[in-house]
């Protein structure tokens, strides 16, 4: 009956990350039917002021953007110190949005094969319309229904984990510089009777899915976090890398206990180095990002129209590893990274994760480590280089460039650790060590033909 | 030259907590220096109304008792909303002591046996003069020496975590229904070198440090706290365990996400249920606890005299476990405790821990779960019975009974799991997965001579 108990669930996950199992589906006619559903399936965006969403309001008491309901998100300014980082003050705007959602993939085996059932989905924010998603993308406000929508479907399945057999439950973080707080709830849900597909909605295998990672802006950031959750059996960790877990752990909890972050709230009209002229919010340097208002009329999604702030990022990001090979391991390059929005002061975050255009004018000695190394690494060198865009219901055609680059020799550096993607996996399972920038590329990073996923799968 | 690595932690902590190995010092001495220590070391407690301390105030802006100097602690009222709670919303009193202290454990081997630097050390709340404590127990305040006394000694084998080797450094919670967000980073560091012993300091293998266990009030809080994180070898997680390590995970993710928890800061005078007549803040019906003031003369301490707020727990608290054999492992049964001071909405808790007087005059009916099957368990059963102090800083006379009763058959509740020693062991890897209450049950439970600890340690 429960045929699935009988292999483990790192060789399920491999045999479906493997091209040469059966599919249910075929992956062209997959991409035809996001082509086709884009007749259907879309949004349209028009720009208006801040000052004029009719839905929103800038609050008198705090001087944040907030919804009139009182839900959803606000759009706040907040002053941060950190005084032991080299910028030891600065004031921001940021999204608030303390409920916990639920990102929820739904797999079930099809002759033997695991397959995840996806979404197609426009958000307002996606510079190319439809993105593949998970299964359920709920905040709670979605699934107690604020805004008067239809039920999100196949939602009940991640309602009561008693019912089904839970392979990922885990709280994560989103990105600690633009959300205060900000996580949800990652979730993998194994089921066995028959689940009825509805429109827009699709069987596919791993391997299909990493298919789908190596082009642009398909696979939308709430997938590529929930598949980096996935508990894929790399070989095992601390046997031949470079640190143990234990020590990694230990190096977490040093810049944890000492590094002080202080995120005080602030009228946004009031942050330094920010305008608002009650049209968007900007910096006096046109870096970072902007505030602005959106009017959003959707077909076929839940809501037909309504107005909402979003972030539009400045220039396309970088979220990118050094990878190489200690002892016949593969290692990635990552950092312990503090932000201000960090649930828990600093995460494991890429060898580079910023936006180059705030640096490429400046003087090299000033660059963020190892970003040098990224932008001019030789053509050869470059094992993955894939444009994946953020949540497109927050971020307004906001990018980031998905770079992995392999070098001979471990660098060091006193602030880095090399890891193996085992460790990752295995930090994985908790909450609040592995950023979703690193989650991205770790989804990515799977995906490649010479990933040790890909090695193990060819069943 | 690094013999230890030879042989691998667990098996090395295993020797250490075993009876038959050779010690540096022999126990009955040691308890002649706790004796003989009393003479010299030790604290004269006066209580006085809160209002007539002189280093601390009642700040007119947050109605919090706080410190002239702005630092250490302040003692803050907070109203505590949790909808989905039997008793959804109170107020309370509570220690607001944000910075990350260092619980610090030196360990050395001598003649190839473990043992561990304990400090002799009075504090104010003690009802027995001494406790035995870490090595090191330092505020921030301490070691930035806020209160001008002289440097805490050994502090430097944990300031740099790279010039030792680093068995444990995980921050970890203390009391969530009396501090906001307290935690303490707990680490154990072994050093190869000599390392001269100062008055009040000894050496003491693990076994030593379990028959001291046994006795009422001898080992500190904070040193069954920093006990608990050792790495010992239990038997592995998952292979013949109730619920897989991941089950348990996902549990407490369930818990973390589905409860809302809002705690807002209010005056202590403002407090419902709650009364400050100058003098002491009690609770109207007598319960919970008092906050009262002291004036402490120290001798052979850091500093001769100071005056403090401190809390005095009404009655002695019950923090206790039910164990059973499941498939030949021992399994407690836990429970994910959801309290306002803690720093993630939830963590693992004992089957019970609360203070009986509470309950014991009401129904039966209205008694937290397991109560009264371990307060009327028959004599045959109590495998530990032993009070233990809470933190003498702080607290003033307060204690917990801690409790272990054996039963035959794992009874089931929807809201607790059975998991095993070694369970919690890789639990505590992590900071905030395992509260102090159940850091305090599992340090005496591995004390026990049939604890699989002590079975593995015959060697």
Known sequence: ???????????????????????????????????SSAATMYTNVERVALSALSDWYECTDTGAFRHRSGRFFTIEGVSVDVPSMPIPRW?????????????????????????????LKAEPGNCNGIQVSPTVQATRSNYTRVHGGTETPYLDYFRDRARHRVLVDVRQSEQ???FLSKRNRNMVVEVSGDVEVHDGFGWLTLAQVHDLLGQDDVVNMDTRSVLACLPFGEPAPDERSRHSTGELL????????SVDISVRRKPIRELNGWHYDGNIVTHEDSRHFD?????????????GTWDQPMIAARGTGLTAFLRTTIDGVPHVLVHAKVEPGIFDVAEIAPTVQCAPETYIHLPRQTWPPFLAELLTADASRIRLDVT????????????????????????????????????????????????????????????LRDSPTAVESIV
Chains 1, 2 share one sequence.
């Open 1 to 35: 009956m429960r045929r699935w108990e009988d292999i483990s669930i790192s060789e399920r996950l491999a045999r479906s990350a493997s091209p040469a199992v059966d599919t249910v589906g075929d992956l062209d006619a997959f991409r035809e039917l996001m082509r």
């Open 91 to 119: 004031d921001q705007p940021i999204i608030r949005q303390p409920e916990i959602g639920i990102l929820g993939l739904l797999v079930k085996e099809f002759d033997g094969v695991l397959h995840c059932l996806v979404q």
């Open 176 to 178: 600690g510089s633009w």
């Open 250 to 257: 230990g190096w977490l909890t040093e810049t944890r206990a």
């Open 291 to 303: 505030v602005i208002g959106v009017v959003v009329q959707a077909h076929g999604r839940e809501v």
């Open 388 to 447: 994946q865009s953020e949540e497109g219901g927050r971020f307004l055609r906001t990018r980031s460039r998905n770079l992995i680059v392999d070098v001979d020799e471990p660098v060091e550096h006193p602030d880095y650790r090399w890891v193996t993607v085992s460790q990752l996996a295995e930090l994985l399972r908790h909450s609040h060590y592995v950023n979703i920038q690193t989650r991205s590329l770790l989804a990515c990073l799977r995906s």
